[in-house]
């Protein structure tokens, strides 16, 4: 359900993300409301932003079910619910939209019939602030949860996998499907543990770009290097469905079935059924 939620949220932003550019290029002269608005959700990447800080906060969620699957797999068969999936999704659409439309509404204008996007602070010190509070939420703090989890996952993984190679001759026929459990398990979390490493890469660049320019720079002149640092960070939201759908089997295998036209086989139909359960 999140791997799903986050494909959604990459698209979504991807999506609007074209829109506003391409809108860009049209240079519109925006008049009114409706010019307004034009310029809040697209122009500024308003409804992108929400996206990308969504898809942000899934996969830190991703990272917390993972480890709560593995790391405390008892308590996690008898305390998640199906509901808590479906709220975890909920939630990350509706913190970005909560966390981005607010600042975005009131820190852009249309002035002249152009569109300034984050132009309108008070004062140089709240905008610092707030591009500190956005680096230190979104960047630092996700990095320390998918260190934290994914460094508890791996160990967890290795004991069980050095525990599974010590009953391997006593275990008979259930060996194999131990073994298929573990290297599905395993591939969510190389999948995962990807993503995590790509975010932290490509997002660096432009936090270091809006940490060191914030305090004196003119939001509405950008350089080069914040041209090049967002492309990067958009390239992170544009790519992700490519990872999952050639990384992550049961995305692979659905795609392939589509593709060619053709039904899964009843095993693979089955392994399929299994890794879903576990994501």
Not at 87 to 99: E, G, L, P, Q
Not at 190 to 218: D, E, Q, R
Request: overall charge positive; hydrophobic content about 50%; aromatic content about 14%.
């Amino acid at each position: 359900m999140l791997i799903f939620n986050q494909n959604a949220l990459d698209l979504f932003a991807s999506i609007f993300m074209i829109i506003g550019y391409s809108l860009h290029l049209c240079n519109i002269y925006l008049t009114g409301s409706v010019g307004y608005w034009l310029c809040v959700l697209l122009l500024s990447d308003g409804l992108t932003s929400c996206g990308i800080t969504g898809s942000v906060i899934n996969l830190a969620l991703i990272t917390i079910g993972r480890y709560l699957r593995v790391v405390h797999s008892v308590w996690s068969k008898k305390k998640q619910r199906k509901w808590m999936r479906y709220a975890a999704a909920a939630f990350s659409w509706i913190a970005s939209v909560a966390y981005n439309l607010p600042v975005v509404s009131s820190t852009t204008a249309v002035v002249d019939g152009t569109c300034y996007a984050y132009a309108f602070w008070k004062n140089t010190m709240e905008r610092a602030i707030y591009s500190v509070c956005d680096f230190m939420i979104f960047y630092v703090m996700m990095l320390l949860i998918f260190i934290f989890c994914y460094w508890r996952i791996l160990i967890v993984i290795r004991h069980q996998a050095r525990v599974m190679a010590s009953h391997n001759a006593a275990a008979g026929p259930s060996t194999g499907t131990a073994h298929i459990l573990s290297d599905q398990q395993s591939n969510v979390v190389k999948t995962i543990v990807l993503v995590s490493g790509f975010f932290a890469i490509s997002w660096f660049p432009i936090y270091v770009c809006l940490l060191v320019l914030s305090p004196n720079a003119n939001p509405t002149l950008p350089d080069s290097g914040i041209y090049a640092s967002m492309f990067l960070a958009f390239l992170y939201t544009c790519a992700n469905p490519f990872i999952y759908a050639t990384k992550f089997d049961p995305v692979r295998k659905v795609l392939l079935d589509k593709f060619f036209c053709k039904k899964i086989s009843g095993q693979a139909h089955g392994n399929a059924g299994i890794e879903l359960q576990l994501t």
